[in-house]
Every structure is written in C-alpha cells, then in structure tokens.
C-alpha cells in the first residue's frame, strides 16, 4: 500500500545500542511496564543517537489518526518571504490544508526558512506537496530517499523528472501573456527570469523563442538571481533597456523582478505602458498594489491545490494509476501596466479565485 | 511537564474491549511480534471503536520527533475563506510556521471549513494557536478538555478568559482610527462591527462609544452577520446612512464590512473621501485593492506570530510562569478613503510587514 521505505533504523537497533532488550525498548519509549529511570534513559539516548522513530504510518493506519503531509516551497527565503512567493504559497497552502482536513490528512506548513534548510527529518510525515521544485530539489532528495510520496505542483524537472504532478502549463501561460502583450502593441519584447533551474522557467525560455522567432524580434532574454528579489530585477531591466533602448515590453514571471523592472523603466525616463509594457505571472499582492497595478494571470491556484490533495490522497491510499493531472489553464488579467490600446484600465478587483 | 490530560482510551480499554492481553495490543497495533491476522484485526476495531490513541505527546518526547500544533480560526468559512480574514490567518501562519519550525514544532494548518467543524480529534496535536476567538469557542472547549494548551491571539473572552493569550490591544487600534478620522474632519462618525461575541468586537465598542462621548455625538452603531461578508456590511452601511444623512466617516473593523460599505456609500450618490471617510483595520488585500485604497493599521502579525509561538513553546516546555504576552502596538497605514485634508493619497505601498 506504500512506497517501500529505505532502511530504517528500527526497534533491534535500538535495543543492540543500549544493550537492552526489544521490548524493554519498546517499554521504555511507550512508557509502559516496568522499566527504571537509568535503563530508560539509555534506551532515550540510544534512540535519538540513532535517529529512531516508531513508524507513525503503521500506527496512523490502525488508530483512524490523521495523515500528516508537509507543504514545501523550494524558492530561497529572500523572494518567498517577501509578499510575492509567499502570497503563491499561501495561497496554495489555504485550499490545499482544507482539502487535506476533509480527507483526514493533517497539513503542515514548511515555509522556506530564514535559517536555511526544512528540518523534514524531525517531521515524521506521510507525504509531501512540493511548489515548483528546482533540479536536484533537496527536500524531494530526501522524500524519495525515505520511500515517501510527493507531488509537485508544477511539472518536475530533472532527476526529478518522474515524480508525481500537476501541471500548470508554465509554457502556453507565458504565451499567454506574450500574445497579451503583442495584440497590445508590442514589438520588442524583452524577458527577465531567475537563474536556477526550475522547470517554468525553462518552458518560459521556449515560449518566448519560439514567440521571438515567429515575429521576427531578437531574443532578449536575461536572468536574475532569486534571492536578490527586486533589485535583481530592476539591475536586470535596466541594463537590457541600456543595451537595447527599444525594447517596448518585458515579460517577467517572477513578480519581484517585475516590480523591480517597473522601478527601472521608470527611472529611465520611459512611461508605462506607454513606452514600456509589463506584464508578470501570479496575480498577487505585488502585482495588484504595483503603480501602475500589473497585468498578471489567473492560475486558478484553488484548482490547483485541490488536485495535488486528490493526487497524493490517491498515492497515499495505495493508488497508483495517476502520475500526473494536468491543471487549469491560466486566464489573463489585463492591468495598466499594458493597457496601451486604451483598453480599460484596471487598478484593482480580479476574477475568481479570491472572489 | 504538561497540563493533565482528561482520562484518555488507554491500551488497558482496547485489551478488555478486544478480550486480549496489553502486550498483544501493543504489538498489533504497533506490526510488531507474532499477532495472527484475525486478532490484529480485533484489536484495530476495538482501538478504533473505543478511539484509543497512542501517546503521542510521551513518544515525540521520547524520540525528538517535531511536537505537532495547529493554527485555528473561528471566523466563519463565508469571511475567511475570501480575501479577508484568510490574509489575516494566512500571514500569521507564514510566520508562526517557520517559527514553529525553528523550535521543531509542526505547524499543522486547519482554515475555516467549508463543511463546518474542524476535525480536531483526528489530528494528535500537542498544542494550538487559536485566531481571535469567540465566545465559547468550540475548539477552545475542545482543547481545554482534552488538557492541551492553546493560545490565542487577540485577547479571549468568556469562559475562555483565562486562556493564554498575545494582547493585540483592539480598544488602542479602535481609537487609533478613530482619531485619526476626527483629526481629518470627520464630526459624526459612525461604527459597523460583526455580531458575533468576540473580545475585539467589545474592546472596539467601548472605544467608540469613549470617543462618542468625548467629542458630544450620538453613538452610531450598528453589527452585521460575518457570514454575510460584503453585502452584510452594505446593507448595514446604507441603512445608517438613511437614518443619519450626516454621517461623515466609517469606522469598520473587518474589512469585508468595510468594502461593503463603499459600495453602500456610492450608491447613496456620496464621494469617498470628501463627503464620507472609511476606516478599517486589518491591512490586508481588501483594503489596498479597494477603490478607493481603506486607511487601514499594521498589526505588526509577524510580531504577534513570534510571540504566539513562544508562549505556546514555553508551555510545552513546562514553564508556566507567562500567562500572557502584551503584543506590538498598531500603527496606522493611511490611505485615500481618509484622505479629506489634503494629505498625499497613497494608492499603495506599506510599511515594514510585508515588505
């Protein structure tokens, strides 16, 4: 019914360490029977030397306790504890931990950490839901090592490749908002996207070539690191706009970078939107209290959530039919920010997901 | 170490229940030693039938495995689960999680229901933030029954009284508002509040009707349902305002009431700053993407979360010598529904939260 686990270290191992029976382990760790202060604290020590849990699967199983699932981001603490990634996370984790509760599995947030890494080996967890894993993701690293089931939300990449997901289309979303920027007027589109290695950002790049090719424009495309946030993009924008002064639109996902452009647009002397354009990816707190307020999409992210719940529900009850579910597609929110064909100017309300 | 739990199922009642011995329950329940299928099968019913749980708290102790707590909320799914209150919980939660985190504390999510009950007694938990709560708050009931400590943030009321708790001063933050709108002209300010019994809907109340009889104007006050949302706060908005043509300014706490109220004030044929001021509290999405932008205050909620989670660790870990926390005071975040005197409308942009 599960994904066999690695090895564990388990009761014997304990019991071999502090040179005491299974059972009094067993006694010690449960507090039953008759076991004295010493020996147990023997067997405590031998037990956290050695990392040993009971297996809290087989008990949640038999006792109709809840499951226990951890939500993870991979994106590093200096974008995601902004308002940008961390509005994308939450969002998620809103629908996701309802969805999980109605299928008694407990959700535990695992926001990215200002200390550094996830401490997932103290979680004694089931199962896990990933926000866009980058290549060689360390906390999937680790899931798989333990035998537990993930999903990802956004399609997996590299070694990663295999694992269980929802597609969220990261390719025909960016075409969205390149077209979107085009019918506005477009003609020298540039791009701005992080550097690490995450799948949407990849199906980015071949949107934007294959966009770039079709009509004949350079490929302006330039990355920025994740942890920089908005100076990153502004320092990106501005040395693009400096190198190519005609540039009439960006397309920048990462909504940090976006809102870092628009700073840099405008300290060159150009207007939005009419010298430059810019259009941005989640359709958060940033892309809505921006001035001008942002185009961005719909990612319809309670869908989302909902399927990535079903999918390692599923997983978790020992159905292995599904790999993947292929997600909503995203569906555009004109804003000022590209409201050049004096389209309507939103400054604010969006469609239904926060309705 | 902890508050004494009220007698629990023990492994004693599932030995008797199933007609076996504790030893034989122990190791079917926990797939260990020789147990033949059809007896492990009796003792997974008779534990299921009785409800019977394994110590959680003892063995997480014993293993150094991440003690597990749960973020609640009482609002009502129809406010939370939109824009509003879900911001509120959602940005405590960003916090308390990686603080939690950072003390191997698991930081289980259980948002409004859209089914009703949170299913608490199917997540073992050792501890619980509570948001706000009301009176006689169920969850509370629950908690405080089965022995485990909870803190709330926002004072609580009723019978809860006594409960640990993070102060978030909602008279201080009432009054903050309100003078700021007398200081921009206002002379008959009007209050909406929710109808429910909650601490910062009476500690609002007692502010008002201070401030009322301050400055000689009749107290104007009115509640609506939370579960009404928007159309709850209009409809109350739009009957005042029949009443009270003089009305110059709102003061309404949650911000779905306040959106409402625009809406209700527009129609009434009224501008909004010039003929009616709007004021709300939590400095969420509602109130920066509102037309016009709510004044609205800074909660300092990274602050409150920090201190939350500490409260709640210190008594997990024994100490019992805080019973409260006094949280930051609210610093107000002006925007152009006030913006009468000629003050620079800030259309967005906010202090350090979430910056």
Redesign the interface.
Known sequence: MFPSAARRVN?KDVAREAGVS?TTV?H?????GQVDAETRARV?KA??KL?????RH??RL?????H?I?LLSSMPFAVAG??SR?GF???I??VA??AA??R?L??????????GK??LE???VDGALVIEPSAGDANLDYLERRGLPAVTIGKPCGVHEAVLHVDIHSRETTRLLLDHLHAQGARKVAMILGSAQRNSYVQARVAYEEFAAEHGQPALLATAEEVQGESGGEEVASALLAAHPDIDAFCIPVDAFAVGAVRAIRLSGRRIPEDVMVATRYDG?RA????PPLTAVDLHLDQVAHQAIDLLFDRLRGDTSRQAASGPMAQLVPRQSSARRGSPAQ????PTQ??
Chains 1, 2 share one sequence.
Not at 106 to 115: F, I
């Open positions: 009761i299974p067993s010690a760790l449960n507090a039953r405590e037990a956290q990392g040993y849990r009971p297996n087989a008990q038999r006792t109709g306790e809840a226990m951890v902004g308002p961390l996370m939450m969002e984790a809103a931990a309802a509760l109605d008694n407990a959700l535990v947030l695992a926001p990215p950490m200002e200390s996830v401490p103290s979680l004694e707190v809505r209290t921006c001035d400054t604010s309300g969006t926060n309705g």
